[in-house]
């Protein structure tokens, strides 16, 4: 790829994260800034058509995308603006299967999300949506389901969204109740086996109970839904079910949110549903869902950062310009020493989530490593900013608080990510456990305490 004719923006960057490349001090240069500057050799960091790729994509956010975004509708699906996403060709990132390769590169993900933030929040939420509620149709839909939804899906025609969470089931997501009652002249009884269509294409369910907390609901235009078929106890009786919007018995209401969101409840009263529908074999909906948070989980750890990194651009300009004690805000010792702390915490989650996403890339997007690796990039991330857009606001003073200022934004919107998609405390529960799968404790004499002489 010549760095001087750059590709669409919608095209992938040829090259991974490179040892040899120079890496620069703020990683990823503004949306207005030139190349990105030279560094030393031998740190880690991206190559420079990635970081090229990332400037464009700032710049395509504040230019393209932001315009949109604040003609919208605060807290509503923004169709024009998933239009735009689409026609850009951002969506195909996001949307596994809807590109010529059948995997989404996680590494790509996080960079466009992470850009995206910088520079418009509203396209990355709306983006990242879109790839997570179709992520389960590309990962085990049939070749019809496919074929209806994720092209439509990636041209932002078609609004995707992923239901889980439910009143009675948020961290603990396999405790779902939503039920899938099978129709008793469909003969269908818990049973495993195949995937969606096939051997249960004539099986037939009805839907009945509630999801809240469903981003996109209710204007989606399908939803990957998961219910208790009963296969077995916990999440091994979850399957997951394609449900377009437009099935009898489906509704919905949105909810009005810190952060505007699209984001809204669904009650199923007896929706129906059939062997087609399925996402994969019945009783595997909980792995589907899984692996899907996989892929998604570094990439809202990108976000984070992107986040984090606006509010310390934001930071670095207002103390060199704000005047204070015969001087700018930056002379002073504890403001200067805050910015280096906000500057060296994002680079470190952005390390930890590139790290991830490269592990994930690298991976069958399974596994131990992959999973132990998402979680700590999205924990470490998601903190992160929470405290940098924090002490950004303390640094701002009264300004950053009055409605309508870039932190107050961001104050609001750095909040959710510490929540859904696994909370912290989650993402803790899951390293720990596989710090301790891979050091079991050891058999023999328990420990004693050793005496003195
Ligand atoms: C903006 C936004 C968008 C969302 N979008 C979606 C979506 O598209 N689809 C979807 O299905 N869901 C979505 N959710 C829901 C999200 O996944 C849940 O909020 C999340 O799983 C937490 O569930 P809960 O809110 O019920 O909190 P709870 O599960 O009740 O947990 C509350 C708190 O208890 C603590 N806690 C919980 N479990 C543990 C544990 N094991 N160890 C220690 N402490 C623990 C944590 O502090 C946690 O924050 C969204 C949420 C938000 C805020």
Redesign the pocket.
């Known amino acids: 790829m010549s760095t001087t004719e750059p590709p669409p923006v919608g095209a992938t960057p040829s090259t991974r994260p490179s040892l040899s490349e120079p890496p620069s001090a703020s990683a990823l240069p503004s949306a207005t800034a030139a190349p990105p500057p030279p560094a030393s050799p031998s740190a880690f960091a991206l190559s420079r058509e990635q970081r090229e790729w990332s400037a464009r994509l700032r710049a395509l956010g504040s230019e393209r995308l932001r315009p949109h975004a604040e003609s919208g509708d605060p807290g509503r699906v923004n169709r024009p603006l998933l239009r735009e996403l689409g026609e850009l060709g951002l969506l195909g990132h996001a949307v596994p299967g809807a590109r010529s390769e059948e995997r989404v590169s996680a590494l790509d993900l996080c960079l466009l999300r992470e850009a995206l933030a910088y520079s418009c929040p509203q396209a990355e939420t709306a983006l990242a949506?879109q790839g997570?509620g179709a992520g389960p149709v590309a990962d085990v839909g049939t070749p019809e389901q496919r074929a209806r939804w994720l092209p439509e899906v990636a041209a932002g025609r078609a609004v995707a969204?992923?239901?889980?969470?439910e009143p009675g089931a948020?961290?603990?997501?396999a405790a779902l109740a939503l039920r899938a009652e099978p129709e008793p002249e469909s003969g269908a009884g818990p049973g495993g086996g195949g995937g969606g269509g096939g051997e249960h294409a004539a099986r037939r369910w009805r839907l009945s109970g509630r999801?809240t907390?469903?981003?996109?609901a209710p204007e989606a235009d399908f939803y990957t839904v998961f219910a208790r078929t009963g296969e077995g106890p916990g999440s091994r009786g979850v399957s997951a079910f394609l449900v377009p919007a437009d099935r009898p018995g489906l509704t919905g209401e949105p909810l009005d949110?810190l952060a505007p969101?699209a984001?809204g409840t669904l009650t199923f009263d007896a929706v129906p549903v059939t062997g087609a529908d399925l996402l994969g074999a019945p009783g595997q909906g909980f792995s589907v869902a899984m692996r899907t948070l996989n892929l998604f989980r570094p990439s809202v750890g990108a976000f984070a950062v992107g986040m984090a990194q606006a509010a310390l651009d934001a930071s670095l300009q207002h103390a060199a310009e704000r005047p204070a004690f015969g001087g700018v805000l930056r002379d002073l010792q504890s403001v200067s020493h805050q910015l280096a702390e906000m500057a060296t915490r994002t680079e470190a989650a952005r390390l930890l989530v590139y790290a991830a996403a490269g592990a994930y890339d690298a991976s069958t997007g399974t596994g131990a490593d992959v999973a132990r690796r998402a979680a700590m990039a999205k924990l470490m991330a998601t903190e992160t900013a929470q405290y940098v857009v924090d002490t950004a606001v303390q640094i701002h003073g009264a300004a950053a608080l009055q409605r309508g200022h870039l932190l107050e934004h961001l104050y609001r919107e750095v909040r959710?990510p510490r929540?859904?998609?696994?909370?912290?405390?989650?993402q803790r529960?899951l390293i720990a456990k596989e710090l301790y799968r891979t050091r079991p404790p050891r058999t023999g004499r328990p420990h004693t305490k050793e005496s003195p002489t």
């Not at 969204?161 to 969470?165: G, K, Q, T």
């Not at 948020?170 to 997501?173: L, Q, T, V």
């Not at 907390?213 to 996109?216: D, F, V």
């Open positions: 949506l997570l969204a992923f239901a889980l969470s948020g961290s603990d997501a999801k907390w469903i981003s996109n949110m969101h984001l959710a929540i859904y998609e696994g909370a912290s405390e989650v529960s």
